[in-house]
């Protein structure tokens, strides 16, 4: 499976490449019979493995314009986590099993929920109990799975953040400086949050999961990491 996924990811920059040369650019980087020998391949290998991510060229992205935002209630509180200067504390809280410390992601944590294979919905956190539904903008996230393998709910919780790379493309692109944007945080925030998922496609937004909430009748307790 995972030479699989790893091909698929392979697959879709090529073809993006392709087919921003040939529509945009008017110029052909390889041949039609080349083009649709890797879109055959992408497909078969989105088929058999039952994943499909955002950017993929199989998919025709439907924008949609929102009037507001609606809000919906967690079915259980996203707490703020605490914070901790002493590896003794930390040690206390893990309990003796093994942890894994990452760099703090500055962005908007996001809930995704999965069912029969399909993202249907996703979350801002909000204030914890409350937060704003941003399907629309999640299904042109550059990296989430529009659809994946597991039939049962799937529920799991990550943060929605944009690249420094891509923060500074944005920003060069803003002439007044006065409205250039603060930090990516800011910049992802409002991104994420967007009424035109049109807009929030260009901004390069990504998803990067941190706590499975649920999935019934899978067992992770080997496969933490």
Known sequence: MDEKLKRIKELIPLLQEAGKAYYQESREI??????????????????????????SPTQNVGYQVLSELPKEAHDSPMLSLDKTKSTEDLADWLGGQRGILSWKLDGLTVVLVYREGTLQKAVTRGNGEIGEVITNNARVFANIPLTISYQGELVIR??????????????????????????????????VR????????????????????????????????
């Not at 649709?36 to 290998?45: N, Q, S």
């Not at 420094?164 to 910049?187: C, M, Q, S, W």
Request: proline residues 2%; aromatic residues 10%; glycine residues 6%.
């Open 30 to 55: 390889m041949s039609n019979y080349e083009y649709d020998r890797l879109y055959d391949e992408l497909a078969a290998l989105e088929e058999e493995t039952g994943v499909v991510l955002s950017n």
């Open 158 to 191: 990550g943060e929605a953040v944009i690249k420094y790379t891509d923060f500074n493309r944005i920003n060069g692109e803003i002439e007044d400086v006065t409205a250039k944007y603060k930090n990516p945080r800011n910049l992802c925030s409002g991104s």
């Open 194 to 225: 967007q009424l035109n998922n049109q807009i929030t496609a260009r901004r390069n937004v990504n998803f990067e999961a941190f706590a499975l909430v649920s999935a019934p009748g899978v067992d992770f307790k080997k496969l933490q990491s």
